[in-house]
Structures are given as structure tokens and as C-alpha cells.
């Protein structure tokens, strides 16, 4: 017994190594010949028409139309680029959606919409053809086919009540048409001040959705449901001729847009509206925006149980490009629960109005403004709208005259006009808070301003852990008497949560009388913080004239 355990035990030492031999030997001198095949080309009659199909969808569109160019170059860049890009868009989605957030925070009980992860990961986007546009303007019109299949990971805590859920967004993919305007030329590097970005038709999105893990995404009819509402609420936002503007060069050297009128719009009526309700009929009111504005929308009164509403109700939009900008008209019909029902919309460009000329319109609704949406054909009433266009007066203009008594007499008698129209005349009110300095609370220091004017209060984003806030946000007034008696105030103020508690503290304030402004057309000043040991606050007040 014992001799045959001591034999299995070395056949068993002397078999191993043998065997590791054998397989090495097999291994090198029998590697499989299928690995090594050459690439199989087939010619294009060798196809059937449905494989061809196929694979035409798949080309670029460098290849399949002749008028587009090939830029690999440009994919190279952007690819290099791509870590850099990618903070940069984040910073520009994260801004864009904390606006939307906050209009939905203290509705359908929701206590906050933040974000816990937001990357777009580390595989760019590619352009598969660009196009440049002949224009007439001071610009510069390129349409790229623009296709992303990314790894982004995008991660949204909504708190419902005491509840927290967990929205994650996943293989996010889009394949669009874009337009990128480059607009205006100006003799400053990078020689445009702005880029004005749109879809040019109904984009194709395709991603997953991850509520607190499960994957919703997985039910057949609920995903193409929600693939088919995403892409038709982006093309509703960014279908051309409606852009999202982005700001390149600085106000200092005069790139960005500023204010040049008021626009005063009366929406009178509507007639045989959509009814969307089951056992009474629709709640209508109306939404007034102005493209290329970050600003929330204006909106009418309700008129409950009227599809024939009568509103007369004004309103005033301050403009800022009157040649590109569209006003735009979307009618919803309210709800006590849920969201609201869409009616219609109708838009009406700026530049189809005559400076100080009355306008009245009577305007079909339609679903949007694709004009390939087969539900525009469906009848869905009319909205009747006064609009007036009002431009300021020239603040910067210049008088001077000759050197003899004649010449100084008319300047003199000039402005003298002009001072009268600015001490009496309706206009707009721009507040620019630029930055603080050395603003110090007693715990944390989270700062963010507000401003007191004419019971209206308006406040600048919080800027966490600093004493030297950096906002450089603008805020408007639309006045109908210029502010010569009246005083704006405004604060510094910091919060912090602790026991979850909001906990508010003011670092000091500024009054300003804004008859200084009204004089002398702008103030830009750094005002010493009362009820601070060393705070400033630099404020940049402007009063334009209608």
C-alpha cells in the first residue's frame, strides 16, 4: 500500500512538468490559422439593396453629399481639447439647468433638484461634415452633421417631500444637423464676440434612464414614449431660427450685447382654443419670451374655463438685438395637478417691426415650428397680440459744437433737451453687480447680493467659501418715470445650513440714490459696506432712455 502512494505521488511530480512541456511545444507550433485572415473586400454590386441602405446611413456626410467637407483636422482638436471642453460645457449645462430647477422647486412638492455627478465623459463628439454658409451679415454661418455616442454619466438627486430619488442618465447618444453662427465680427481676437448655436431639424437622442438604479429605459413602449418627448422638447428649444447664445468676449471691450429698446407687448385675445380638459373646458394663459434671453418668461393671468380668453393685459421686454431676436408665444392650459397642458405656439422676428409703429396680429397657433410636424395640420385657434417696439436713445451721443458762441449755444441748448428727456422720460434701469472685497462674516462665508428697488428684490448666485465674491451679473428694471427721488439698496448677505436650518447673515450694505445715474447716464463705482470693517462692493448702474 505504501508502494503505491509513493509511485502516484511522482508519477503525479513528474507529470505536471512533463504535461506544462507538452502544452508549451503545442501552444507555439500549432497557433490557430484563423486569426491571421486577411480582410475580406467586396464590391458595391456584390451587395443587396437592403445592405446598402444600411450602410449609407452609416457614411458621413462628407461622402454622401458633395457640398460638405471632410475635417479630420478639426476632430483631432477636438479631441485633444476634449478635457478642457468638457469642464467648460459642464459649467454652461450646470448654469442652464439650475435656472429650469429653480422654476420647479416648491411645485409637484419638490424641495430641491441638484446634481450629484455630471460628466460627459472621455470620448468627444465628432463632426462627419461641415458646410460653410454664404451671408450677408457680419458673420459667419457654419452647418456641421454632428453625431456623439459618449459615456457620460449624469446623476440628478430630486428630494419629493423627505424623499430622496436618484435619476441617473446614461450612454447618452445624439446624431443632429447644427448650425454655428460666429457673430458679430469685431477687430478684437478671437474677432467674434458671441456664438449662437441651433438645431436645423429634429435631432435623434438615444440614451438610458436610471431611477434609484432600475433601469426604466428596459419597457418597450415607455422607451420610445420618452425618446420621441425628448427630441421634440429639444428641437421646440433650439430649432433654428431659435439659437442658444454664448457669450465669448468681455463687455470691457463692447462685445456683448447690450440693450437697445423696449419692446411693449399687449396680448389681447385668443379664439377657439384646444380643449384639453375631459369634463370642463381649458385653462388657458400665455408665456412671452424673447429668444436669446436667459431671463425667466413673463406670463399672463389664467382664464379659467375659456377657450375664447380676453386678456388686454401689457407687457414690456427689453431687447437687445432687434434684427435677430423672435418674440415668442406659447399658450398652456393650467392645472391644479401635474403639469401643464401645451395648447400652441406662434412666434413673431423683431425685425418685421417698424420702430415706434403699432403692430396688431392675429396669428394661427401651430404645434412648433418644424415645418414637417404633421401636428401642425391640426387646427388649434388664433392669438391676437399688439406689439410695439420703442429703441432708447442714444446715451453715448456726443455734443459738441465750434469754438465760436453760435456752436457752444446749440450744444448747450442740446443737451440741455437731452437732460429734460432723461429727467422725465420712461426707460430701463441696468444693475451690474460686478464683485466684493474683503467681506467677512462671524462663521462661514457663503456671499451673494441682493437688491431692494420698488419692492422688487433680486439676488445674485452664492458664491461658496470666499470673502471676494466675483458675480458679474446684470439685473433689469423696466421703469415708466426715470428714478431721479428713488433709492436702490443693496446687500450682501451669506447662508449656510446647519441642523437643517437655512441660517442667514448680513456682511454689509450700500444705498445709492439713483438720481446721480439719471444725470449722468452710468455710475460705475466701488461703494464702501456700511456695517462692514473693510467690505467694497462694485456696482455698474446704467439708466438708458426710451
Known amino acids: 500500500m505504501f508502494v503505491d502512494s509513493l509511485l502516484g505521488i511522482i508519477g503525479f511530480g513528474i507529470g505536471i512538468p512533463i504535461g506544462l512541456l507538452l502544452g508549451f511545444f503545442i501552444f507555439i507550433y500549432f497557433q490557430p490559422r484563423d486569426v491571421y485572415k486577411d480582410h475580406v473586400t467586396k464590391s458595391v454590386d456584390e451587395f443587396d439593396s437592403t445592405s446598402i441602405i444600411d450602410l449609407v446611413l452609416q457614411l458621413p456626410l462628407w461622402i454622401t453629399s458633395p457640398d460638405y467637407e471632410r475635417v479630420d483636422w478639426v476632430n483631432r482638436i477636438i479631441h485633444d481639447m476634449w478635457p478642457y471642453l468638457d469642464k467648460a460645457v459642464r459649467g454652461i449645462i450646470k448654469s442652464s439647468a439650475e435656472a429650469t430647477f429653480a422654476e420647479y422647486i416648491g411645485q409637484y412638492c419638490i424641495k430641491s433638484i441638484c446634481f450629484e455627478r455630471l460628466t460627459l465623459g472621455n470620448i468627444p463628439p465628432k463632426i462627419h461634415g461641415l458646410k460653410a454658409q454664404e451671408s450677408k451679415e457680419n458673420e459667419l454661418v457654419l452647418d456641421l452633421a454632428l453625431r456623439w455616442a459618449g459615456n457620460s454619466d449624469i446623476a440628478l438627486v430630486i428630494k419629493l417631500f423627505s424623499l430622496q430619488f436618484q435619476v441617473e442618465l446614461v450612454d447618452f447618444q445624439i446624431s443632429s444637423a447644427t448650425r ?8 478684437t481676437f478671437p474677432c467674434f464676440s458671441g456664438i449662437a448655436v441651433s438645431l436645423m431639424e429634429k435631432p435623434k437622442i438615444d440614451f438610458g434612464l436610471r431611477i434609484m438604479g432600475g433601469d426604466v429605459m428596459s419597457i418597450p413602449v415607455f422607451y420610445q414614449f420618452v425618446q420621441e418627448i425628448v427630441a421634440r422638447q429639444v428641437a421646440k428649444l433650439y430649432l433654428w431660427p431659435q439659437t442658444y447664445d454664448i457669450d465669448i468676449l468681455e463687455d470691457s471691450i463692447g462685445a456683448k450685447k447690450k440693450p437697445v429698446g423696449i419692446l411693449h407687448v399687449k396680448v389681447v385675445r385668443a379664439r377657439k382654443l384646444l380643449n384639453m380638459d375631459f369634463l370642463t373646458t381649458s385653462d388657458p394663459y400665455v408665456k412671452l419670451s424673447l429668444t436669446g434671453e436667459r431671463l425667466s418668461s413673463k406670463r399672463t393671468s389664467v382664464k379659467m374655463n375659456n377657450l375664447n380668453p380676453e386678456w388686454n393685459e401689457d407687457f414690456k421686454m427689453t431687447v437687445k438685438d432687434p434684427v435677430s431676436q423672435i418674440l415668442q408665444l406659447h399658450l398652456f392650459d393650467w392645472e391644479k395637478v401635474g403639469a401643464h397642458d401645451y395648447l400652441g405656439m406662434q412666434v413673431v422676428p423683431l425685425n418685421m417691426l417698424t420702430p415706434y409703429e403699432k403692430k396688431a396680429l392675429t396669428l394661427d397657433l401651430v404645434n412648433s415650428m418644424d415645418s414637417n410636424d404633421r401636428h401642425n395640420k391640426k387646427p388649434r385657434g388664433q392669438i391676437t397680440v399688439e406689439t410695439t417696439f420703442v429703441p432708447f436713445l442714444e446715451d453715448s451721443k456726443q455734443f459738441s459744437g465750434s469754438s465760436d ?24 434701469l441696468l444693475v451690474t453687480v460686478v464683485e466684493a472685497k474683503d467681506v467677512e462674516g462671524k462663521y462661514q462665508n457663503n456671499p451673494y447680493a441682493a437688491i431692494l428697488f420698488g419692492g422688487d428684490r433680486r439676488k445674485t448666485q452664492s458664491i461658496k467659501k470666499t470673502r471676494n465674491p466675483y458675480w458679474n451679473e446684470e439685473f433689469e428694471f423696466v421703469l415708466d418715470e426715470a428714478p431721479v427721488k428713488e433709492v436702490i439698496h443693496v446687500e450682501v448677505m451669506s447662508k449656510r445650513r446647519r441642523f437643517g436650518f437655512m441660517i442667514k447673515e448680513t456682511l454689509g450694505h450700500v444705498d445709492i440714490n439713483l438720481g446721480d445715474v439719471v444725470c449722468n447716464g452710468r455710475i460705475n463705482e466701488k461703494y464702501n459696506l456700511v456695517n462692514s470693517r473693510d467690505g467694497i462692493i462694485h456696482l455698474d448702474i446704467r439708466w438708458k432712455v426710451i
Not at 454655428?180 to 477687430?187: E, G, I, N, Q, R
Not at 458762441?405 to 442740446?414: K, L, P, V, Y
Open 180 to 187: 454655428v453662427v460666429l457673430k458679430p465680427f469685431v477687430p
Open 405 to 428: 458762441s453760435t456752436g457752444n449755444g446749440s450744444s448747450q441748448n442740446e443737451s440741455h433737451n437731452h437732460d429734460n428727456i432723461s429727467l422725465c422720460g420712461s426707460g430701463l
